[in-house]
Nanobody, 117 residues
C-alpha cells in the first residue's frame, strides 16, 4: 500500500516563500497522480494543485496560479509544492495526495503552513 509523508510547513511572513515536500513509499511512483490539498480552520478541505504521472501536466486552483508550482521527482519518489509570494489566506494544513492508476486514493498526515501579516 502507498504511504505518504508530507513536510516543510512553517510559520512565515507574507511575501515569503516555502517548499513543501511529500515522500511516497510502498508503490510504483509513476503509477500515481500526485497533488496537494489544504484545509484552513473552520473551512472544508480544498484542492490546491495536481500533477500527472510523468510531470508534464499540472493543474492549479485559481487563487494560487502563478505563485505556486507543483513538481515531482520520480527517481526520488517525491512531490513538491513551491509556494512563492505567500499570503495570510494561504494559512492552512496542507495535505499531500496520491491517486493510483487503479483508482485508490492516499493521503499524507498534513503539514501546517502559517502566513503572518
Amino acid at each position: 500500500q502507498v504511504q505518504l509523508v508530507d513536510s516543510g510547513g512553517a510559520l512565515v511572513q507574507a511575501g515569503d516563500s516555502l517548499r513543501l515536500s511529500c515522500a511516497a513509499s510502498g508503490g510504483t511512483f509513476r503509477y500515481l497522480s500526485m497533488g496537494w490539498f489544504r484545509q484552513a480552520p473552520g473551512k472544508e478541505r480544498e484542492f490546491v494543485a495536481a500533477i500527472n504521472w510523468n510531470g508534464n501536466r499540472a493543474y492549479y486552483q485559481d487563487s494560487v496560479k502563478g505563485r505556486f508550482t507543483i513538481s515531482r521527482d520520480n527517481d526520488k519518489k517525491m512531490v513538491y509544492l513551491q509556494m512563492n509570494s505567500l499570503k495570510p489566506e494561504d494559512t492552512a494544513v496542507y495535505y499531500c495526495h496520491a491517486r493510483h492508476v487503479y483508482g485508490s486514493d492516499f493521503w499524507g498526515q498534513g503539514t501546517q503552513v502559517t502566513v503572518s501579516s
